[in-house]
């Protein structure tokens, strides 16, 4: 599956580079809907879903009329979601609940095909995604206490690869462009990896809903 993603944004950065034929740059920030990913533990009643924002650049990259490529550099944080934390942090044992949180950059790249639609356009974008976390672990809160960091495990994985896909509309709002999206994003590998202390995969997934405006 990552070779497939690599190879995938390989291509569209060469069709962009071939065929570019119109381009606009602009900013774009929301809030998430934060949820988990990987194994839930037996002891796990039900999903918790935190909160989260997303806020940066975006390049939209027209290659048709139709159709084109988006290119976004975000800030993301993802707060007291817990899937599946209780099960992730086996030496403490069986809790009522825990949560997770995280901040990341991520660089979602899109192909972006959309269909003119009353003064503005509908458009549907689906690509991969990458995650590069910050800092060294998770923020972990059990039964509402933040515990201390020295005593959780590293991040198996500090990049996480993915996919998102969203549907959304733009149109014409004073010398540029407003655009409203609704977007969903999943890791397909995980921060922290079943083995030694850690019992259970625990990955990122959640919904964007975020508003942009391109100006160039």
């Known amino acids: 599956m990552k070779k497939i993603i690599v190879l995938f944004t390989a291509l569209?950065?060469?069709?962009?580079?071939?065929?570019?034929?119109?381009?606009?740059?602009?900013?774009?920030?929301?809030?998430?809907?934060?949820?988990?990913?990987g194994s839930e533990p037996p002891d796990f009643d039900s999903a918790r879903f935190g909160w989260g924002f997303v806020g940066g650049i975006a390049a939209?990259?027209?290659?048709?009329?139709?159709?084109?490529?988006?290119?976004?550099?975000?800030?993301?944080?993802?707060?007291?979601?817990?899937?599946?934390?209780?099960?992730s942090l086996a030496p403490f044992g069986p809790t009522d609940w825990s949560t997770q949180t995280i901040s990341m950059i991520e660089i979602p790249i899109l192909v972006k095909g959309s269909?003119?639609?009353?003064?503005?356009s509908?458009?549907?974008?689906?690509?991969?995604?990458?995650?590069?976390?910050?800092?060294d672990k998770p923020i972990i809160k059990w039964d509402g206490t933040k515990l201390d960091s020295s005593t959780l495990?590293?991040?198996?994985?500090?990049?996480?690869?993915?996919i998102a896909a969203g549907l959304g509309y733009s149109f014409p709002i004073?010398?540029?462009?407003?655009?409203?999206?609704?977007?969903?994003?999943?890791?397909?590998?995980?921060?922290?990896?079943?083995g030694g202390s850690i019992s259970n995969d625990s990955g990122i997934s959640g919904f964007d809903l975020i508003i942009g405006y391109y100006f160039l």
């Open 12 to 37: 569209a950065l060469v069709a962009v580079s071939a065929s570019a034929i119109d381009f606009h740059v602009g900013v774009k920030a929301g809030g998430s809907l934060a949820m988990g990913a």
């Open 60 to 87: 939209d990259i027209g290659i048709l009329d139709f159709l084109g490529v988006e290119l976004d550099v975000f800030y993301s944080g993802m707060n007291d979601f817990g899937y599946n934390s209780d099960g």
């Open 115 to 120: 269909l003119e639609l009353g003064p503005g």
């Open 122 to 135: 509908l458009f549907l974008s689906a690509g991969g995604d990458l995650f590069f976390l910050l800092g």
């Open 153 to 162: 495990p590293d991040y198996t994985n500090s990049v996480l690869y993915g």
């Open 174 to 194: 004073g010398a540029g462009t407003l655009s409203i999206e609704l977007r969903y994003k999943y890791a397909f590998n995980y921060f922290w990896e079943e």
